[in-house]
């Protein structure tokens, strides 16, 4: 049990709230997963390989419009591609990486990474020459890539891979060779051929027929409004749906990626913010030329381009990203005694909106950007097929929140991807129910730990974003 300061109108300062991820808990007999993303797909499959929750039923309730179709087809992770690499600055995201990459490495047509879903291209991470620490103490993209480059290298002597998979671009030019675009895109960077990138949506598809086969797990269409609570023995019930209907659960699992702050207060550790990307079609000549080219990112100003497939050349950018402030249509749960935020940043799609585009500097950005790392002259002006904006969930430091609610029983938060969760797809779902079952490392529950932080503007500052922080989508349409 959490314990409450006797108070009789509490407030934030008053209450004792219960940050550790390893009580005891008694097994749930029904556990409702809310979004059926990255998170969500994946402790639902790991779920149902834990012997002490044989018995429990397993529900996964998911937003998308279309009846059997899971995940929604506007979700982060439905994507022609996403970088899969152990690249972090952060050692404890580069060895769980490396652990996903024995998954994604498995290329049997049954396996994850079978059938095309991942292609070990070869990855650049860059940067633009620049100090390793910011005025405000936070480190640049450049000292990301080094730090990145060392956490590398000691993978891959700890894997048994030769040295010389890791090759140190020490300048613009030789970044450019190795390209193979002649695209000199950074100052510094290196070549890790142990990474690559997957077909995101064919990869979602595969793990969401292996959570089916199980024959353990409910699916349910349907957009979640509000949680249900019993405000007497501070427990989440359920949830309830824009239809009226409820759902009830002894456990409920908010996984909904960045639409998690309209249900849960996240405004003081996480926001929903929108990144650009863009889609260009290209000649079977160009594929060709185009096929063998690594995955390149500069951390400094976010950009990257992933090899094309059938086609199709996509450029993006991992950045701070646009805000989209709106009103609610029920205040996310709180704690009681605290004011809930009467606005909070919420995704826009192309569900939302068919003719949704990104705003034209978001455009000239990304022109821009490829005209760097792959400088022909036949794309420069070439049009984009499509634009998209594609919706994380940003925290402070760029670490996930995995944790159960600090005030409220049976509610636990798998959220704040940050733009980085997808490569650990096949892991990820066993972290997450090693946290709901007590079982979490100490290293990662302290990183992944509820946290209340003061800030008027969450932003992540690991060193990996580009842009300015605190843009408003609207105002930017504008323009």
């Not at 049990?1 to 008694?26: A, F, G, H, W, Y």
């Not at 509820?450 to 690991?462: F, P, V």
């Amino acid at each position: 049990m959490v314990d409450v300061l006797s108070c009789p109108t509490p407030v934030l300062q008053d209450i004792n709230l219960d940050t550790d991820m390893n009580p005891k808990r008694e097994t749930p007999a029904s556990i409702l997963i809310i979004g059926a993303g990255v998170f969500g797909l994946s402790t639902a499959l790991a779920l149902t390989k834990r012997p002490e929750l044989a018995s429990s039923s397993i529900t996964v309730l998911d937003r998308s419009p279309e009846a059997g179709v899971f995940p929604s087809r506007d979700a982060s992770s439905i994507d022609s591609s996403r970088i899969i690499r152990a690249d972090y600055a952060d050692p404890a995201y580069a060895a769980l990486a490396s652990e996903a990459q024995v998954h994604w490495r498995q290329t049997s047509p049954t396996s994850l990474g079978g059938e095309g879903r991942y292609t070990e291209s070869g990855f650049i991470l860059g940067a633009d020459s620049e100090p390793l620490v910011r005025d405000d103490g936070s480190p640049t993209g450049l000292a990301y890539a080094k730090k990145s480059w060392v956490n590398a290298m000691a993978l891959a002597h700890k894997e048994g891979r030769p040295l010389s998979s890791i090759r140190v671009l020490k300048n613009s030019w030789s970044i450019g060779v190795v390209s193979g675009t002649g695209g000199e895109f950074a100052y510094w960077g290196y070549m890790n051929t142990a990474s690559g990138w997957a077909d995101a949506e064919a990869s979602m598809k595969w793990f969401y027929e292996r959570v089916t086969a199980t024959g353990r797990v409910t699916f349910i269409n349907g957009t979640a409004e509000s949680l249900e609570t019993d405000e007497s023995s501070r427990k989440v019930t359920g949830a309830r749906l824009k239809d009226g209907t409820t759902l009830s659960a002894d456990l409920v699992v908010v996984a909904a990626g960045a639409w998690t702050p309209t249900l849960v207060d996240l405004s003081s550790q996480a926001v929903a913010t929108g990144q650009i990307l863009g889609y260009m079609d290209i000649t079977e000549q160009e594929q060709k030329r185009l096929d063998k080219i690594p995955v390149m990112l500069n951390v400094s100003t976010g950009l990257f381009v992933i090899p094309p497939r059938n086609r199709v050349l996509k450029i993006a950018r991992h950045a701070y990203g646009y805000l989209n402030p709106k009103p609610v249509s029920k205040p996310p749960l709180g704690i009681p005694g605290t004011k809930a935020p009467e606005m909070v940043s919420q995704p826009i799609t192309h569900l939302d909106d068919a003719n949704l585009s990104i705003p034209p500097d978001a455009e000239k950005i990304l022109r821009e950007g490829l005209q760097k790392m792959i400088p022909w002259p036949e794309l420069k002006d070439r049009p984009f097929s499509r634009t998209r904006l594609c919706w994380y969930t940003d925290t402070t430091t760029g670490d996930w929140l995995i944790d159960y609610h600090p005030y409220w029983q049976g509610l636990f938060i798998a959220t704040g991807g940050s733009g980085h969760a997808f490569k650990f797809l096949p892991v990820i779902g066993e972290k997450i129910v090693d946290a709901i079952t007590g079982k979490c490392s100490e290293e990662l529950r302290r990183k992944w730990q509820w946290r209340s932080t003061e800030s008027e503007i969450i932003a992540t500052e690991d060193g990996s974003r580009g842009g300015k922080p605190g843009l408003i989508l609207e105002d930017e349409m504008k323009k």
